[in-house]
């Protein structure tokens, strides 16, 4: 891949794919973390006299222009974090897009509006790609959390445009995604949460050939422990994920790596927010009770194997973290991984909340924003947005 500064855009347009799928709520944007994200890449190129045109996907609009998944409001926002106009696109390819970007001065901005507005663009069609092209002198991509879909704006583009680079995000995320798969720091520890085996039985596969230990925690514990033959009461425990866990723990008889699974559980009767909880001395779940959360002794351990790590990747909670009585185990790993004093990466949307949530975010070595381009990378799968810059800067 090009890098940003190997790419002259002087008075250039620019056309910066970037993540700006916030969550919104009224209207009103509740978290801003990812259009925070792409300011790095943005100022470079305003400080350098680029013509910056920003495009995005927000949300799944399904039958074309949806006033609720507008990209207004964050174009209103960005201007607040940019400390500058922001010009906003009625359209993404029409006549209002082309008027806007012919105003664009050096070092100005403009967002065009939501990119899945167009059908054109989940198709990856190739007249709506040469369109978005015809904006544009040069493209770079910083959305690494749509790098795994190949669309228009992401894939599509690169054909039709003469010069195309990684924005600072993607290149820092791929970077040190790739890191831990190809010379991490050992040992090298993946702490692997959240509700379903299937979700993560890719992860935990790769994480078994290249990892030296693997600890499992929340929800998909369960599956482990139903065909290791332990009662698992009323806990979640999804009947697809019996098979990959089977598998999972038949690859680990023979790997290198250690799986390990918790050893005492937090219990609970209910998820409502008033449940009261319970430690188990153990795994085995009583009839009418759930599974909610590693229990004290597996947190200990959990957190020991952490701080001994050269290198750890944390992705998924620990149990159920949003209710109080079940965060002891998340908040003991995010704690222990923020003080780590190996490389520490963080994926996920809810191990990152977890960290943010107990003010910690900035005490690792990176927190990605990929959520399943992040998974998808590590389980080696190739990312079509990243493959797209790779082809065009070896052409280049």
Not at 364 to 392: K, Y
Request: aromatic share 4%; proline share 5%; hydrophobic share 45%.
């Amino acid at each position: 891949m090009k890098s940003l500064d190997e790419i002259d855009v002087d008075g250039r347009r620019v056309f910066v794919r970037v993540d700006f799928n916030v969550p919104l709520k009224d209207g009103v944007i509740t978290d801003d973390t990812r259009i925070r994200a792409a300011l790095p890449t943005i100022e470079n190129l305003r400080g350098r006299g680029a013509r910056v045109i920003l495009a995005s996907h927000l949300g799944r609009p399904k039958d074309g222009p949806d006033p609720a998944f507008s990209l207004a409001p964050v174009a209103v926002r960005l201007s607040e974090l940019a400390g500058v106009n922001v010009d906003f696109a009625q359209d993404v390819v029409g006549p209002s897009a082309h008027a806007a970007v012919d105003r664009l001065q050096p070092g100005g901005l403009l967002l065009l509006e939501n990119v899945r507005f167009e059908p054109g663009e989940t198709k990856n069609d190739e007249r709506f790609a040469a369109a978005l092209g015809e904006l544009a002198d040069v493209y770079v991509d910083d959305a690494f959390g749509s790098a795994h879909r190949a669309h228009a704006s992401t894939e599509g583009i690169t054909h039709h445009v003469a010069e195309v680079a990684a924005g600072l995000l993607l290149e820092r995320e791929v970077t040190a995604l790739n890191a831990i798969l190809a010379d991490p720091r050992r040992p090298l520890v993946a702490v692997l949460g959240g509700a379903k085996v299937t979700d993560k039985i890719a992860v935990i596969r790769r994480f078994l050939e290249l990892a030296d230990t693997v600890l499992i925690g929340g929800a998909m514990c369960f599956p482990f422990f139903k065909v290791q033959g332990h009662a698992i009461g009323a806990s979640m425990c999804e009947e697809a994920g019996l098979q990959p866990a089977r598998e999972a723990l038949a690859l680990a008889g023979s790997s290198h790596a250690k799986l390990r699974l918790p050893v005492d559980l937090g219990l609970g009767e209910s998820l409502e927010g008033t449940a009261a909880r319970r430690d188990a001395d153990g795994v085995e779940v009583p009839d009418g009770w759930m599974g909610l959360d590693i229990g004290p002794r597996t947190a200990a351990a959990y957190a020991q194997e952490i701080a001994a790590a050269g290198t750890v990747f944390w992705n998924g909670p620990m149990g159920v973290f949003e209710l109080d009585a079940f965060a002891a185990g998340t908040r003991a790993v995010a704690e222990a991984v923020a003080a780590a004093p190996g490389t520490t990466v963080v994926g996920g949307g809810d191990s990152v909340a977890a960290l943010t949530k107990l003010g910690l975010q900035a005490s690792v070595s990176h927190l990605s924003t990929g959520g399943g381009a992040t998974l998808e990378l590590i389980e080696g799968r190739t990312l079509p947005g990243v493959e797209a810059l790779e082809r065009a800067g070896g052409n280049g």
